[in-house]
């Protein structure tokens, strides 16, 4: 009774194996225009502004959206930004800032979610930490102007390191 049992698991199995075989080459069969990817931030050329204080890290790019990194350099003050010219989503994973849309104030960090909608006009007044966001457009292209900025050299370390000064002794001991 044994052996039938297992001549019967064997052919579920391979009747299994022929199902997922034939849904896979179906699934690959439908897929057209647009390829699926993976990215490693880590792997991909940041983009930095003009005055070096914001970075931007291309992710994905697909037909409706866009996905990056986007760091803001501590204790920065931004000048107002243009108008953005498509929706754009924020989701703060570190650091803290005040960010000011339109007429309004809001104190931001993580965890937090933010969505602009097309036309709105931003300004970052950055804490004492780098703010990191995964930015999000819903367009498919990068963030208006930074096609501009400047690809980061290899060797340039980013964000600028911070000198701290040394504590002065107390001159107390601890015996």
């Not at 792997?43 to 930095?48: G, Q």
């Not at 010219?85 to 309004?104: F, P, Q, W």
Request: charged share 20%; with cysteine; glycine share 10%.
């Amino acid at each position: 009774m044994g052996g039938k049992n297992r001549s019967m698991r064997c052919a579920v199995a391979a009747a299994l194996a022929m199902v997922v075989a034939l849904a896979g080459s179906m699934a690959l069969a439908e897929v057209s225009g647009a390829v699926a990817s993976v990215v490693q931030a880590d792997r991909v050329t940041p983009r930095i502004s003009e005055e070096g204080h914001v970075r931007a890290v291309p992710i994905a790019e697909g037909e409706w959206a866009y996905m990056g990194e986007f760091v803001l350099d501590s204790g920065v003050e931004m000048a107002p930004e243009e108008p953005t010219h498509t929706e754009e989503y924020l989701y703060i994973l570190s650091g803290s800032a005040v960010l000011n849309v339109d007429d309004k104030s809001f104190l931001v960090g993580p965890r937090m979610g933010i969505y602009l909608p097309a036309g709105t006009q931003i300004r970052w007044n950055i804490g004492s930490d780098p703010l990191v966001a995964v930015q999000v457009f819903a367009g498919p292209s990068i963030g208006p102007g930074y096609e501009d900025w400047t690809i980061q050299d290899s060797d340039e370390v980013w964000p600028r390191p911070r000198i701290y000064p040394r504590p002065r002794p107390t001159g107390v001991s601890a015996r």
